[in-house]
């Protein structure tokens, strides 16, 4: 493999922290909207077998089906910022990356 000059040890060395942010931010994007969705399908279950008649308890079931409904509306808003962020961190990949430099793979010595 060729020696690489400074710049691009620097360039390269970029180009892997920005890879390596983007998919540190997408699998913790994953984890969070994984348990908030599992939790707001559990409150929605909850929701539609609870009592219809009013009761001492309408506001509290009101009070929970309103909170998850403001949440999935930040879910979406969450879900457009990452959209965002990632997309932009590409763009900063991208000018790191040398797609007209071929660097060739070292050779196999054992074949």
């Not at 060729?2 to 942010?21: G, W």
């Not at 348990?35 to 506001?59: E, I």
Request: negative net charge; contains cysteine; aromatic residues 12%.
């Amino acid at each position: 493999m060729p020696d690489l000059t400074s710049d691009e040890q620097k360039k390269e060395n970029k180009l892997k922290q920005t890879h390596d942010y983007i998919r540190h931010i997408f699998q913790l994007f994953l984890t969070w909207f994984t348990f908030f969705a599992t939790l707001n399908y559990a409150a929605l279950g909850w929701l539609a077998t609870s009592p219809k008649s009013p009761s001492d308890v309408s506001w509290l079931i009101e009070a929970i089906a309103v909170n998850f409904v403001a949440q999935n509306l930040l879910d979406a808003l969450a879900t457009r910022g990452v959209y965002v962020a990632v997309n932009k961190l590409e763009g900063i990949a991208s000018k790191f990356e040398a797609p007209d430099k071929i660097v060739p793979c070292p050779e196999n010595k054992d074949a």
